[in-house]
């Protein structure tokens, strides 16, 4: 039964290839907003928390800090709105999903910066 749904994943959800980027990465995703008849991209620049599920059920949730207060955005990777990802750092960090980034403020809240 799962080697059918994965079938079927594989099959008919459109493939996008966006670059390879993990949680301490800083990323930019530009996405497609609709308002009535028009539409619009917008993006959203932040740091990669977690990235969670696989195939077409994989999402990657993202958090900047808008003024003072804290933002985060879940995106599913194969949404017909994202247009594209750019990756603007590679972040060094210890765990997959650094939740503990929430409570950190100030200098602590800055990832070491991978040099490639």
Do not use: C, H, W
Not at 73 to 86: D, G, K
Not at 111 to 116: D, F, G, L, V
């Amino acid at each position: 039964m799962e080697s059918l749904v994965k079938f079927i994943e594989d099959e008919f959800i459109p493939k996008k290839d966006f670059p390879a980027f993990s949680s301490g990465d800083t990323i930019t995703v530009y996405y497609e907003i609709k308002e009535g008849e028009k539409t619009r991209t917008q993006f959203f620049k932040g740091v990669v928390i977690q990235r969670r599920g696989s195939g077409g059920t994989e999402t990657f949730t993202i958090r900047k800090m808008s003024g003072t207060v804290g933002v985060e955005r879940i995106f599913p990777i194969n949404m017909p709105a994202l247009q594209r990802i750019e990756v603007n750092k590679r972040g060094k960090v210890r765990r997959s999903r650094i939740f503990y980034f929430r409570g950190l403020t100030g200098k602590k809240a800055r990832i070491k910066e991978i040099r490639e």
